[in-house]
């Protein structure tokens, strides 16, 4: 008897600079919370992605304490 094992992919999302900045905009503090809990509880279900369009966009951030942690979070 031959067992296959099919593993389910994950859908494959793309997060743009947008999302990122979200996820660090302490000025909307909604908007933060929104998707800090969807990185918490649903974004393990996803495998993510960034562009090289918006990782050159994070590395030409001019403040260097926000763009390392968004460097960090990619």
Same mark, same amino acid.
């Given at each position: 008897?031959i067992? %296959?094992?099919? @593993?389910?992919k +994950? *859908?494959? *999302?793309?997060?743009?600079? &947008?999302?990122? &900045?979200a996820?660090?905009?302490?000025?909307? /503090? *909604?908007r933060? %919370?929104?998707? @800090?809990k969807?990185?918490?509880?649903?974004? &393990? +279900?996803?495998? %993510? #992605? &960034?562009? /090289? /369009? @918006?990782?050159q966009e994070?590395? #030409?951030h001019l #403040? /260097?304490?926000?763009?390392? +942690?968004?460097e960090?979070?990619i």
């Open positions: 008897m067992k %296959l094992s099919m @593993a389910k +994950k *859908i494959k *999302i793309y997060l743009y600079t &947008s999302i990122i &900045s996820y660090f905009d302490t000025t909307k /503090v *909604i933060q %919370l929104i998707t @800090a969807w990185f918490e509880f649903e974004s &393990s +279900k996803y495998q %993510l #992605n &960034s562009s /090289v /369009v @918006a990782i994070i590395r #030409n #403040n /260097v304490e926000e763009r390392e +942690k968004k960090q979070f």
